[in-house]
């Protein structure tokens, strides 16, 4: 049957089919399906607002239509994706109630015209129920709250928990905003004068970025995320000028270099060597060169693929890329010390929420708490492996005490953990960057250092990190 619904909502609808069917990453099919798509600027913009934000609220989104179905597992899915898109409207962008409930008929019909009729009426009812929306009060009511922001209500309570109501409300809030657009000059292909005029030749706006006060080095704020589709931008690109990197995880990048060159340099959760070419470019902007010696490790073989695909195109040295389980450590390295361990750990990824918002739906209490001991495993999987005198740096992308905090406090406790003490990063026991609107990504890092087995300790002052592991504490 033809339809009459808008191509912007048509093309926001196959990719939730596409999120939805093989469980793929929002912004992974954005990129693939709507980015390079035919659709004009401006579709293409709100189509992606559409994904994020349905993706981002979909528990709540469920939660509200099957209010008004008698019942709701007789809905298909794709019929419920349509709906899906008209209460997302209805709720939380406020357009027009009744473009948005023509446009769902419309949807609807695109996928599964006999539904067409209740679909109007579910809508209908909807627009109805909005104004009691979110049917409590969210000062005193969890649910209400964590309805209000489309979190899940125990997210939302956790996040009360560990963030205070202050910072978790502008935290709720700021993670259903669109994420900010960053990138970062690769030192070891250009410099920052020469990518700063690239982007004036073009006309458009890029800033250096600050984070509480401290220039992030190399890091550029873009205002319109379709810079990226100009021919001369997208050259830099290719040719591994720039790269896209969220603008506290180029801090957390910088953050992680000792303060003297290491020789040798191990990085754990090396992934798709993001890091590595901001740890790299760190390098030589630093001192000159890049480290020698340096090992990247994964335990995912595909991803030192992209890895070293990556770092050949960025110019970037890594001596070696291992594939393996960092608990292994000791069988993967025997007896091999480096002078700088970074662990970029896998974590919950709850700083992230903007830019992957399925993680918001998929995430469960318990492997919030399975990630934080394996956090812990992997410190103490890399004590030995860090010289005399060296350091460990632990970063997350997350928020939770429990895998943060914690976790700095239950390795300083261990066994292996008890050789290191916390050192500051430019004066601050850690990078632990908050969300709010338009700010970088909620990140987490620490330093640790090892004594350096002479028995005294070693020259590295505390900056106020001190020796009890609370890392936040400032
Ligand atoms: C936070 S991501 C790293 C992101 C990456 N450093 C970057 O900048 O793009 C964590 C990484 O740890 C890897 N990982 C998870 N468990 C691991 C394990 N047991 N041993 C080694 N790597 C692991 C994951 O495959 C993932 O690439």
Redesign the pocket.
């Known amino acids: 049957m033809r339809t009459k619904a808008t191509p912007a909502r048509l093309a926001a609808l196959a990719a939730l089919r596409e999120v939805r069917e093989r469980k793929a990453y929002a912004q992974d099919v954005i990129a693939r399906d709507i980015d390079d798509s035919s659709l004009t600027p401006e579709d293409r913009a709100f189509a992606t607002r559409l994904v994020l934000g349905v993706v981002s609220s979909t528990g709540t989104l469920d939660e509200v239509i099957d209010r008004v179905l008698d019942n709701p597992h007789d809905v298909s899915p794709q019929v419920r994706d349509a709906l899906r898109i008209s209460t997302y409207e209805i709720f939380f962008l406020d357009k027009r109630f009744h473009a948005a409930v023509d446009q769902g008929v419309e949807l609807v019909k695109s996928v599964a015209p006999p539904a067409a009729g209740l679909t109007n009426y579910v809508l209908r009812q909807l627009v109805r129920l909005r104004a009691e929306f979110p049917f409590a009060d969210p000062n005193r009511d969890i649910e209400a709250l964590a309805r209000l922001h489309a979190f899940p209500a125990w997210q939302a309570a956790l996040l009360m928990n560990d963030l205070g109501p202050e910072a978790a409300f502008e935290f709720m809030r700021a993670s259903n905003e669109p994420a900010p657009l960053f990138v970062a000059v690769n030192a070891a292909k250009t410099r920052d004068e020469l990518v700063l005029r690239a982007f004036e030749r073009v006309g458009e706006q890029v800033e250096r970025v600050e984070i509480e006060g401290g220039e992030v080095p190399g890091c550029l704020r873009l205002d319109d995320p379709r810079t990226l589709l100009l021919p001369d931008v997208k050259r830099l690109l290719s040719q591994g000028r720039i790269l896209v990197s969220d603008a506290a995880s180029q801090q957390v990048a910088a953050s992680v270099l000792p303060e003297k060159k290491p020789a040798s340099f191990l990085e754990?959760?090396?992934?798709?060597?993001?890091?590595t070419i901001l740890i790299q470019s760190g390098a030589l902007r630093r001192w000159g060169f890049q480290i020698e010696e340096y090992v990247a490790?994964?335990?995912?073989a595909f991803?030192k693929k992209v890895l070293e695909e990556r770092v050949e195109r960025f110019g970037i040295h890594v001596s070696e890329a291992l594939v393996g389980?960092?608990?292994d450590a000791d069988d993967l390295m025997p007896g091999r010390s480096f002078d700088a361990v970074f662990l970029?750990?896998?974590?919950s990824g709850l700083g992230t929420l903007r830019r992957h918002p399925e993680i918001r739906w998929r995430l469960k209490p318990d492997e919030i708490v399975d990630m934080a001991r394996q956090q812990v495993a992997?410190l103490r999987a890399l004590a030995s492996h860090v010289s005399p005198g060296g350091t460990l740096a632990y970063a997350t992308?997350t928020v939770t005490r429990m895998e943060n905090d914690a976790v700095v406090k239950a390795f300083l406790k261990t066994e292996e953990g008890s050789r290191f003490h916390l050192a500051p990063i430019a004066g601050k026991p850690c990078v632990s960057t908050r969300l709010s609107k338009g700010s970088p990504d909620a990140h987490f890092a620490v330093r640790f250092v090892r004594a350096d087995d002479t028995g005294g300790a070693d020259d590295v002052d505390d900056g106020g990190a001190g020796d009890d592991g609370d890392a936040s504490r400032s």
């Open positions: 754990v959760g090396a992934g798709r060597a993001t890091k490790l994964d335990n995912r991803k389980d960092v608990l970029d750990a896998p974590c992997m992308c």
